[in-house]
């Protein structure tokens, strides 16, 4: 007989995984063992298994969770929004999440790649989702960019350059609050937008010649 799921069941492994998440990004994940986890968690080595049978398993949750997390985030954007108004909310929104998710983040950026390959894929598909969801909202902004992917992937990495790195540096009580930097973000990227369009100007009149 299946044994019944408790009714505290997805709050505990939402309880897991963040104390996993901080043992992994302070420890590091190759050197976390089971024991530890479940130390860190407060939880039996015999109630982790119940929840996560390796540790595999355990740093894909936590990754796909974060991932889910900042997808459903942009996807609350409304796209009745103006082109600037709407990749300056998506910005904003992105940044809300990665407040709260340091660690997360931290360990989608450097342990992802320690996944067997079909765990890896399928993680890599919904970061793909996010660099879409990004690089169409840039082409909102300059329409001109639009079908240009050797231009709109560049601008799109650039943009999340800027975003990722933040939990190296940021400090809540810091000189820079999380809406300025917000805004240094929308402003450096609109401008790094503006900078593509003009270089394509001179290459269309020389296309003309």
Known sequence: MARPIAADHDEKRRAILKAAARLFASQGFDRASMAEIALACRVSKALLYHYYASKDQLLFDIIRAHLDDLVAAIEAVPTTLAPRERLAAMINALLEEYRH??????????DLKRLPPEMKAELVQRERVL?????????????????????????????????????MWFR???????????????????????TL?????????????
């Open 131 to 167: 660099v879409r969801q990004f690089s169409a909202a840039l082409a909102g902004l300059e329409p001109i960019l639009a079908g240009r992917r050797e231009l709109l992937t560049p601008l799109t990495m650039n943009l999340f350059g800027m975003m990722n790195w933040k939990f």
């Open 101 to 110: 998710a340091d660690e997360e983040h931290q360990i989608q950026i450097s």
């Open 172 to 194: 809540e009580n810091g000189p820079v609050s999380h809406a300025a930097f917000a805004r240094m973000v929308m402003r450096s990227i609109e401008a790094a937008a503006a």
């Open 197 to 209: 369009v003009a270089d394509l100007a001179p290459r269309a009149s020389l296309a003309k010649r």
